[in-house]
T-cell receptor
């Protein structure tokens, strides 16, 4: 079956523009995560969606970042008024319906964002 | 102090040797521990998970967990050049948030 997909794979934008990044999780997975990975760094947690529950937004770095998940499936991460420090790889991951905090995250290929 | 710490490396080992990757974490209540492998330009993939103290073996990989010392490690036996990658330690601190370390770069020399 299909894995997690993300689009676009690469995005170059000018400082101050808004960008939208898309994630299609594995069908049937109820949990979805967004991470940011800067060059040579680990994964920085951004936001977590689980079913119809309120998302955990504790990792969003500023109010320029927002995310939504429509219909419990596709998610969009929006960055408004992009800054050069937003340049990074944005990774999406999904997990099956969690029965505990023991879970495997399946990652998408990422979107490489470059803000000029 | 970072929540999950790893030596950034690079760790260089000859082919056939044992590679030892280490990770410490700060939250004593952590319950689930994961090792992900990330090849350059690719996304992370899970290679090992461990939940209780002791060793867990899977093929050439062994994960070791010591909750008292807040320490988790990954041993790779008979290292191969194809094992060259960045290895990310990840810790679930409760709920559904997983904290990742910055990763250790491993080079296996042929």
């Amino acid at each position: 079956g299909a894995g997690v997909s993300q689009s676009p794979s690469n995005k170059v934008t000018e400082k101050g523009k808004d960008v939208e990044l898309r994630c299609d999780p594995i069908s049937g997975h109820t949990a979805l995560y967004w991470y940011r990975q800067s060059l040579g760094q680990g994964l920085e947690f951004l936001i977590y969606f689980q079913g119809n529950s309120a998302p955990d937004k504790s990792g969003l770095p500023s109010d320029r970042f927002s995310a939504e998940r429509t219909g419990g499936s596709v998610s969009t991460l929006t960055i408004q008024r992009t800054q050069q420090e937003d340049s990074a790889v944005y990774l999406c991951a999904s997990t099956p319906a969690p029965t505990s905090n023991v879970e495997t995250q399946y990652f998408g290929p990422g979107t490489r964002l470059l803000v000029l | 102090q970072k929540e999950v710490e790893q030596n950034s490396g690079p760790l260089s080992v000859p082919e056939g040797a044992i590679a030892s990757l280490n990770c410490t974490y700060s939250d004593r209540g952590s319950q689930s521990f994961f090792w992900y492998r990330q090849y350059s330009g690719k996304s992370p993939e899970l290679i090992m998970s461990i939940y209780s103290n002791g060793d867990k073996e899977d093929g050439r990989f062994t994960a070791q967990l010591n909750k008292a010392s807040q320490y988790v490690s990954l041993l790779i036996r008979d290292s191969q050049p194809s094992d060259s990658a960045t290895y990310l330690c990840a810790v679930n601190t409760g709920g559904f948030k997983t904290i990742f370390g910055a990763g250790t770069r491993l080079f296996v020399k042929a």
